[in-house]
Nanobody, 126 residues
Framework: QLQLVESGGGLVQPGGSRRLSCAVSGVTMDFYAIGWFRQGPGKEREGVSCISGGSGGRSNYADSVKGRFTISRDNAKKMVYLQMNNLKPEDTAVYYC??????????????????WGQGTQVTVSS
């Protein structure tokens, strides 16, 4: 059974950094896109970043995190990471990783992602 488990959340001060991890187990992740989403208090879930599967590893980012967040994947370790720098209070949210149905990142429609983790809370506050 495919499982995704996020970790690395916590309390961080504005301007600080945090690295989130997503461990994938159950089936191969090599040929599937992996996305990071977040849901802030009182907000809808939104896409943050996505990295394609296969050998390309192309990534894209929401405008709100461009230049601050970096997504990466290690297929051998079955891990996906989200490095978050220069964090802002508006980044406070539960962060989820999800595996897509295809190798490509084609937007952040949640219907394009079939398997989800349970989420990890990131709170940015002084």
């Amino acid at each position: 059974q495919l499982q995704l488990v996020e970790s690395g959340g916590g309390l961080v001060q504005p301007g600080g950094s945090r690295r989130l991890s997503c461990a994938v187990s159950g089936v191969t992740m090599d040929f599937y896109a992996i996305g990071w989403f977040r849901q802030g208090p009182g907000k809808e879930r939104e896409g943050v970043s996505c990295i394609s599967g296969g050998s390309g590893g192309r990534s894209n980012y929401a405008d709100s995190v461009k230049g601050r967040f970096t997504i990466s994947r290690d297929n051998a370790k079955k891990m996906v990471y989200l490095q978050m720098n220069n964090l802002k209070p508006e980044d406070t949210a539960v962060y989820y990783c999800a595996r897509g149905w295809s190798v490509y990142c084609s937007g952040y429609d949640t219907q394009q992602f079939g398997y989800w983790g349970q989420g990890t809370q990131v709170t940015v506050s002084s």
